[in-house]
């Protein structure tokens, strides 16, 4: 049988179906693995994701909601690289649910465009590297960076399978709203993305999901 075809990834990549067998209880089970084909405009995909990293670091906080720290000067940044990483003793809340979940917008920025998992790591590092020496005015934390790298690529991807179960560009009408509004809640990058590219309200009959696994493409002996 051949495998659907997500909608997410109908641009960038190419889904295969691999089946694991489960000898004991005799059933097939089969997942779509996405395999990044990479094409012309890969460097539109790079540079889109890197935008969006930094609009959700530095610009929404400094511009947006306009915090203190984040008002920084060039004379912060070279003070930020001459000092040393330190251990902040910032509260529970701001180092292990504020910076993880920074980090998941780092990560959905790469993940929404395209890129795979693997690949949207490197721009959760490079994202938190970036508001660490960049973003604020306080000294880079090496806790804050352990923090919004690995947490950010372990709540991120949860994210963004999440709100993939959500979205069907199949959908219209209020239940095609509430679709998005929910999609959005969970994953604001790829909220965003699909704001600015149309997607949040074009209808397709193919190509409309955006989860990659199939209980349609299961079958039991």
Known sequence: MRPKQSGLTRKYVTITSKCAYLNKQRVIVCFAFPTITIRNNAGEMHSRAWWESMFSCIVLTRFVLRRDFAKTTLNTTWNNFRHAFVWDNDNFKTNLFAHPYHGNLYFNSARSNGFSFWQSVPFTIGG??????????????????????????????????????????????????????????????????????????????????YHDFFRDSCRAF
Request: hydrophobic share 45%.
């Open 128 to 209: 938190s590297m970036m508001w660490e020496f960049f973003g604020e005015k306080e000294p880079p934390a090496l806790n804050d960076m352990l923090a919004t790298s690995f947490g950010g690529v372990a709540i991120g991807e949860v994210f963004h399978r999440v709100s993939a179960l959500i979205l069907n560009d199949r959908a219209h009408g209020t239940n095609r709203l509430f679709r998005e509004m929910a999609a959005t809640i969970i994953n604001p990058m790829q909220g965003l993305k699909r704001i600015l590219n149309g997607d949040a309200w074009r209808t397709r009959n193919k190509n409309f999901l």
